[in-house]
C-alpha cells in the first residue's frame, strides 16, 4: 500500500514575534483551505497542534476535530528540544495537551517536536513520552541537517521505550538527504524528483511523512524575518514557491496512493 502521512503542522507564527499581532491573523484562512482540499479527496490527516495556536484559535480546533481529523501535540510554544530537559519537556507537553483539551480535544496520543528536534542527545524525549501515554512521535530527521538531526537513526520507523518513532522521510538530492515530502523542501525542489521520490519509497512499503504548515500555501503574505531563523537566505526559502504547494499536492493526492493518520498508522505498526 502506497501511504502518504500528510500532516499539517499548525502553528501561528505571530505569536512568537515581537508585535507579531501587527501581522495579519492568517492562520485559520489558511487551515480551512486544507479543510476544504482535504474534503474534496475524502481524505483525513493529522495536525499537530502547537498549544498556543489551540488557546488563540479553539474554534479552529474544535471544526478540524469534529471533520475526523486527528489533533496531535507540537509542543506548547514551539522551543526546541535542545534548549529543555526531560522535567521541562514534560511540562511542556502536559501544557500542549492541557490546551488541547480546552478546545475540545480529548484523545491526544501523537507528538512532533518543533524543527524536528528530537536528536540524539535529546532522545530522552522518547521516554518522556511513554510516560504520558503516548502511542507515536514523528520527530526524527534522519539525516545531517544545519538545525536538527539524527543521522543514524535510520529511515524506518522503529519502537523505542515502548511508542513508535516515525521519522521524516528523506531522499538523497546530490549529497544531501532531505525531507522532500513537506515544507520548503516540497515548494522548491523540482517536482519530477519529488514525484521519483514518492515512487522510490513506495516500492521500499515505507509510508512518505509529510508536513505542512498554514503559511506555506499563503502566497498572498508579504515577506518579514521568520523568527528563530538567522540565516537571511534560508528565510527568503520559507516564502517561495508557496503558489505551488497545493497544486503539486493535487498531483501527488491523484497518485495511486492512501493518505492516511498518523495515529492509524502507528496503530497499524503496533498490530
Not at 513537506?182 to 516500492?203: C, D, E, M, Q, W
Request: a positive charge.
Amino acid at each position: 500500500m502506497n501511504i502518504f502521512l500528510f500532516a499539517v503542522d499548525l502553528e501561528d507564527v505571530r505569536l512568537r514575534m515581537k508585535d507579531g499581532r501587527q501581522f495579519p491573523k492568517k492562520v485559520p484562512q489558511m487551515v480551512h483551505r486544507y479543510l476544504d482540499f482535504l474534503e474534496k479527496h475524502n481524505a483525513k490527516c493529522t495536525f499537530f497542534v502547537v498549544g498556543d495556536a489551540a488557546e488563540e484559535y479553539p474554534e479552529l480546533i474544535q471544526n478540524i476535530f469534529s471533520k475526523g481529523h486527528e489533533i496531535a501535540c507540537h509542543s506548547a510554544s514551539h522551543i526546541t528540544l535542545d534548549r529543555l530537559n526531560k522535567k521541562t519537556f514534560l511540562d511542556d507537553v502536559k501544557r500542549n495537551m492541557d490546551a488541547l483539551n480546552k478546545a475540545g480535544v480529548k484523545e491526544i496520543c501523537g507528538y512532533r517536536a518543533p524543527v524536528f528536534s528530537l536528536a540524539e542527545k535529546t532522545k530522552w524525549a522518547h521516554e518522556a513520552l511513554n510516560e504520558i501515554g503516548f502511542l507515536y512521535s514523528s520527530s526524527v530527521l534522519p539525516a545531517k541537517n544545519p538545525l536538527f538531526g539524527w543521522k543514524e537513526f535510520g529511515t524506518a520507523p522503529r519502537k523505542i521505550s515502548n511508542m513508535w518513532e516515525i521519522p521524516m522521510t528523506v531522499s538523497s538530492f546530490g549529497t544531501k538527504k532531505i525531507p522532500f515530502g513537506g515544507g520548503v523542501y516540497f515548494r522548491t525542489l523540482p517536482f519530477s524528483f519529488i514525484k521519483k521520490s514518492f515512487a522510490n519509497h513506495f516500492k521500499k512499503n515505507l509510508p512518505v511523512t509529510g508536513y505542512f504548515h498554514p503559511y506555506d500555501i499563503d502566497h498572498e503574505e508579504k515577506y518579514f524575518p521568520f523568527p528563530e531563523i538567522k540565516n537571511p537566505l534560508f528565510s527568503r526559502l520559507l516564502f517561495l514557491n508557496r503558489h505551488k504547494t497545493l497544486p503539486r499536492l493535487e498531483k501527488i493526492f491523484s497518485l495511486q496512493i492512501k493518505v492516511m493518520t498518523y495515529r492509524d498508522y502507528a496503530l497499524q505498526l503496533a498490530g
